[in-house]
């Protein structure tokens, strides 16, 4: 519970969220990548993720970055998905 200003602002954390946020607590590591790194890395990853390839085995930096910073893995996921619709056959 959080009090703001003589208000009680009660807020409900899920069983999941806590979890996620457990393990990133723990998660961390000496050398973090930012995320100006990360979208550095990011599209020649989708690439190679389309591709078949062990993305996570050759970038495993970009693999922890998604799993500690939600907004990039939300970037990470619409990229994923524009670019694999875009290689859909007979989608345009």
Request: negative net charge; proline residues 4%; contains cysteine.
């Amino acid at each position: 519970m959080v009090r703001l200003a003589n208000e009680q602002i009660t807020t409900t954390v899920t069983w999941e969220k806590f979890k996620w946020l457990f393990g990133s607590i723990f998660a961390v590591q000496d050398k973090e990548m930012l995320c100006s790194e990360f979208f550095d890395i990011l599209p020649r990853y989708v690439d190679l993720k389309l591709e078949g390839k062990d993305v996570e085995k050759r970038f495993p930096q970009v693999r922890h970055h998604l799993h500690q910073c939600p907004e990039c893995s939300e970037v990470y996921q619409a990229l994923l998905q524009s670019v694999q619709s875009e290689k859909e056959p007979g989608e345009k």
